[in-house]
């Protein structure tokens, strides 16, 4: 029987039960919390280590890692703060003008504003103007349009963070928590919040618990995101309160209704204002609540206060930590033993995070290779591995992501990413491998940036006024998909407005720069004295996958190599080298690689 | 069962991204006879006239299995759909009192009979309401209903409300009914529904067929092939013999890798129908008038074009996604145009089944994940709710309002009762279309049919 036959034959036995568990047999490793030992340590190891806690790396890199003893290297990422690093701070374009904050909740609102007094957002009525009301209509739709670019500019520059930084895990932490605390700019509508509540992650992400929780409900951000300015004394709003306890710290099925009813009292009047969490007294509950089978005058500090001494809380937060970093599948008994972690250190997330990292759990077979990369860890680690200092922007880093599912600052809702395989879809599965297409051979030429983009309904508007159009021609719509009924008010024209506010956003939102990846697949391959097909296959492998390649796929990728010309580098002066004539070849033969089920895993 | 044709023949059909358990052999039984890792090359057009020839000769189109023959279509309305501005109680002064302002007058709407009138904008599920193929039935809902949309949706995508159920009900329903091999589920849509969600089925999902293609050049692609069009059993080793050792733990114990399996299985199955899907939609054109051919419209085209290429499948999901029926201010313009977009959709995708022969053999289920709040709210839209209306089209349904409209009076907090549990209709269309029997192992509990179908009532 030919092995292939005789192999696959031998799966059809063992397929039915592969799904059902996580195998056969356990390895010794597994759910075992002891520190992995020096002598155990691999570079295998290492890069395991790197790929959960940080965004992937370089065989340089993991080779630095394990050189390391292992607690030496876990706790140089859990504690980073013995690591020297500068990174440039985001520069802001400066879209927010003075009068602007607070910004109305939509235009309906600010066009009321204008009508009653005279002005909203910091510009007044024109009487003198055709239409006295469209500088106000203008500017909100500026700000509307400014704010989904600059929001656009500053995930740009985190993840410019994930991929140079020499803190890994307070970028990824950060990530987890940005996932946890689910907050969407698509609704709060201001990336200063946003950049306000990012922040709070990496300065508390690998911190205190209590301080991020209580950090997070007085963060702008997400009293906005979940409605907690209408949760008001007599007239509660149960958005916030719901979300603290089922999504925020204890999970469905630890607390009653009531304790959301009453929970929610608690953060009665609290609010914020320009950037600022405020109280607001005269909307404040001070009554008498039951919480969690706690009776008093709670506010909102003393009920998470209730919430930390509940046995669910940390069983909770390290479940999804553990969920996040190892595996899905952990036991009843390793979620209670690290539940006690976080309990005995008094909620520090540090300390969670060193024993996971350290455990053997987390290098047992059943961790390794295990988990689907999200989008944003697949395009970040692809940008490492290629070893890029900085973050290339063709293709556009927000596009590769969210048509793959995944935009930083938008999550889907307050949910969050739901991760694992629901990121795949057999679609998916070949956009991803689009992916790598796209960065391994950028479109420079045919490249237009995203970011200075009329949509189809504005072009028509340009377009139209180009012809000396009015602005009432060149707005008038002949089918009405988007007809608004209260744009065809005389005193602004709506759809002008937001044609003008693309415009004007463009005047004011800094122009990312555009360049694609500066990638060397051969210089790469020199570097690990990878000169035949073979070596070239196999250090590709090495580096990128974080699962083995089966013996006859690896074959397939050889012969494909072969077959392309590339058998063994040239000499090139004095020295074996690569050299650019291979370098398109040695780019398609890494783009099969990386189009593999097989790179979707880290 | 076809006679088994012979291996030539079988291997030129190995080749082909169409072949499906057809012929009455499946892939397992392909790969044995060594046909795994072949290249996928065969001018498609051809292959997808044979395939379906074949097809309809043994199967009728759809699947072979317990799951019979004929196709369900679900149409998911996100965002909660207001049912009482879809299916208009007018004869009911309860109905204009809670709703001064929104409230459809009698006049405008598409009188059904002395109680009920469909929404202006419904003159195609008007249409098929008068031609004897539209079912709707009142008051759909479940105990204890939730007012989120995540955890409500979340529900219906289970049909185990208010439980930790994680598969969905299409997905249960296909590993229940189909045969291993096969697809019995398309889901239309740029990310995975949770209702198509199953234990050992992989459902075929996309979104613009065009985009359902691994790129690369040429001299790639025979490669890129030979690594992913193998058969998924053989490519979802993740045996520790195929993992150069690495796979075993201390005392040699070959270990699986759940999440590599799972991705091998899906890249099985993009290989095996992306081409069949690409091509088959590519080659579809219809004359018929679907509205808006875009989102809903473009997707029921896209599963015509499925459907009329006879690919092996049960189960349709599409979806009106993005929480677009969530009407809380000024719904009357929006509401009005979603719901002509919906109705011009599912009444081109009826009358082109018509048109290409396969109206008998299509059921199309349209659910929401709840209706809204009977009173219209202070900004001339209306807050979440609870029962609403479900929708079942087709040639074989026993036309007409079923069940028992809700009490506009009688409220919950201010939300219709139901008057009848949503999984009765599940029930429906599984048993009373579908020919599957097993609906108590499917809904983890026993629900009765309601006679939504011809001959069945």
Known sequence: ????????????????????????????????????????????????????????ASPAEVRRFAAMEPNTAVRRLVRFETVEQELPDFVPSGIWKRGMDPFPASRAEAVRQGYENGESMGVKVDPDNERPLQPIVDRFFYLLRANVLEARRFSQWWAQRMLVSERPLQEKIALFWHGHFATSDAKVRDYRKLRLQLELFH???????????????????????????????????????????????????????????????????????????VVR?????????????????????????????????????????YEYFVREDPSEGLVGELAETLRESEYDIGALMERILLSKDFYAEESLGSQIKSPVQLAVS?????????????????????????????????????????????????????????????????????DRQLPGIYRRVAERLEQGMNITEATSSGSS?????????????????????????????????RKPAAIDVGGLLDAEKAWTADAAVDALTQRF??????????????????????????????????GSDNEEALRELLHLLLSLPEYQLG | MVKKPKSSELLLRARSAASYADYGLSRRELLRMGMHGVGVSAALPLLLQRTSAALAATTGGAALGPLGDKILVVVELSGGNDGLNTLVPHGNDDYYRQRPTIGLKKEELLLLDDEFGLHPSLKGLERLYKDGKMAAVHGCGYDNPSLSHFESMGFWHTGVPNAGEALGWLGRLADLGAESDGDPIVNIGSSQSPAVRGADHTPVVFSDPERFEWKGSERQRATFERLTSGDGDEAASSDGS????????????????PSLDFLHRVSANAAQSSQFVRTACADYKTPVDYGIRAGLGGDLIRVAALIAARMPTNLYYVSAAGNQFDTHVHQADVH?????????????????????????????????????????????????????????LGKGVEGGLHGKPPSLTELDDGNLIKTTDFRQVYASVVEEWLGFGETEALLKASFDPLGLFAGKG
């Open chain 1, 281 to 321: 007294e005269e909307h404040h509950d001070d009554g008498t609540k039951t919480v969690l089978g706690k009776t008093g005058n709670w506010d909102g500090e003393q009920v998470i206060d209730i919430i930390l001494e509940q046995e669910a809380t940390p069983r909770f937060i390290a479940r999804k930590l």
């Open chain 1, 382 to 450: 692809t940008y490492r591995k290629l070893e890029q200092k900085r973050l290339p922007t063709i293709p556009d880093f927000n596009v590769l992501t969210s048509s793959l599912g995944q935009m930083l600052l938008h999550p889907p809702n307050v949910a969050g990413w739901s991760g694992g395989r629901s990121w795949i879809t057999g679609a998916s599965l070949l956009q991803r491998a689009d992916l790598s297409r796209q960065i391994l051979f950028p479109q420079v030429e045919d490249f237009r940036d995203p």
């Open chain 2, 336 to 392: 009005s145009r979603l719901l002509m977009y919906t109705s011009d959709a599912l009444h081109g995708f009826m009358e082109d089944l018509e048109r290409i022969g396969r109206a008998d053999d299509v059921a199309v289920l349209v659910f929401t994940e709840f209706g809204r709040r009977v009173e219209e709210n202070a900004s001339l839209g209306t807050d979440h709710g609870t029962a609403t209306p479900l929708f079942v």
């Open chain 1, 545 to 578: 996958l974080s699962v083995a390649l089966p013996e006859d796929r690896r074959e397939t990728m050889v012969r494909f190599a072969r077959s392309v010309g590339l058998v063994e580098a040239p000499m090139l002066g004095a020295a074996q080298r690569w």
């Open chain 1, 1 to 56: 029987m030919p092995p292939l036959v005789r192999v696959a034959l031998a799966l059809t036995l063992c397929a039915a039960s592969a799904f059902a568990t996580t195998g056969d047999a356990a390895s010794t490793w597994k759910e075992r919390l002891d520190p992995i030992g020096a002598a155990d340590w691999s570079p295998r190891y290492a890069a395991h280590l790197l790929e959960r806690a940080g965004f992937g």
């Open chain 1, 203 to 277: 300065e508390h992400g690998l911190g205190n618990f209590r301080d991020l929780l209580l950090g997070i409900t007085k963060d702008p951000a997400m009293l906005v995101y979940l409605d907690n300015g209408e949760n008001l004394k007599g007239h509660p709003n149960e958005n916030f309160g719901r979300e603290v306890l089922e999504m925020f710290s204890m999970g469905v099925g630890h607390y009653t209704e009531d304790d959301i009813r009453e929970a929610s009292r608690a953060f009665t009047g609290w609010t914020q204002y320009k950037l600022k969490f």
């Open chain 2, 242 to 257: 195929l993992r150069n050792g690495e796979a075993t733990d201390a005392e040699g114990r070959h270990l699986t890798n």
């Open chain 1, 481 to 513: 998909s988007f007809s608004q009924l209260a744009g065809k008010s005389e005193d602004y024209n709506t759809r002008y407005g937001g044609y003008i506010g693309y415009v004007m956003a463009w005047d004011v939102v800094k122009k990312i720069e």
